[in-house]
T-cell receptor
Framework: AQSVAQPEDQVNVAEGNPLTVKCTYSVSGNPYLFWYVQYPNRGLQFLLKYITGDNLVKGSYGFEAEFNKSQTSFHLKKPSALVSDSALYFC???????????FGQGTTLQVKP | KAGVTQTPRYLIKTRGQQVTLSCSPISGHRSVSWYQQTPGQGLQFLFE???????NKGNFPGRFSGRQFSNSRSEMNVSTLELGDSALYLC??????????????FGSGTQLSVL
């Protein structure tokens, strides 16, 4: 079975502080992992992906994610949060055999000035 | 290039009715996926179409169906609406779909309210 878990419904961080949004996954075979962001009244936008290679992946808007195979995790990080980063963040995993892309429940990031 | 277009933006229906939602993918994209978004369940995968064929399907009842036309435009139909069908329905397109390194491009969604 294929699944994604985002254990935190909401993450609160002060502007300028580092942020982490957690994600763990379960999938048969090699994991293909993604992060998307959703701003109010908008569809999802792609942030970054891990397919193979370096465990630290860099993406849009200064975000990066760290792939950890032994912990089956793919946490999203940013060194210094901005108020404008406040949004709903989704982690997703693609099954390499079926191509099906499954999303986690989403984590609301609130960055306060 | 125009983005993914979903129509209508908002819909209000009553229980028992049926509804059809439309999605026009980015020009040249052949894969269209549909997702249901609710506050409690997050994003749930409905189905994916590629070249007019359903390639993947989620765990939704048969009341939810879809199709894709030769120009890659897709429609989703929900029959015998239930209150629990109230949700934001998101459509996403990609050039090939299913490719492991491919990202999805999402529309803004159709907000369906069932009364």
């Amino acid at each position: 079975a294929q699944s994604v878990a985002q254990p935190e419904d909401q993450v609160n961080v002060a502007e300028g502080n580092p942020l982490t949004v957690k994600c763990t996954y379960s999938v048969s075979g090699n994991p293909y992992l993604f992060w998307y962001v959703q701003y109010p009244n908008r569809g999802l936008q792609f942030l970054l992906k891990y397919i193979t290679g370096d465990n630290l992946v860099k993406g849009s808007y200064g975000f990066e994610a760290e792939f950890n195979k032994s912990q089956t995790s793919f946490h999203l990080k940013k060194p210094s949060a901005l108020v404008s980063d406040s949004a709903l963040y989704f982690c997703a995993v693609r099954n390499g055999n079926t191509g099906k892309l499954i999303f986690g429940q989403g984590t609301t990031l609130q960055v306060k000035p | 290039k125009a983005g993914v277009t979903q129509t209508p933006r908002y819909l209000i229906k009553t229980r028992g009715q049926q509804v059809t939602l439309s999605c026009s993918p980015i020009s040249g994209h052949r894969s269209v996926s549909w997702y249901q978004q609710t506050p409690g369940q997050g994003l749930q995968f409905l189905f994916e179409y590629f070249s007019e064929t359903q390639r993947n399907k989620g765990n939704f009842p048969g009341r939810f169906s879809g199709r894709q036309f030769s120009n890659s435009r897709s429609e989703m139909n929900v029959s015998t609406l239930e209150l629990g069908d109230s949700a934001l329905y998101l459509c996403a397109s990609s050039p090939w779909g299913g490719a492991t390194n491919e990202k999805l491009f999402f529309g803004s969604g159709t907000q369906l309210s069932v009364l």
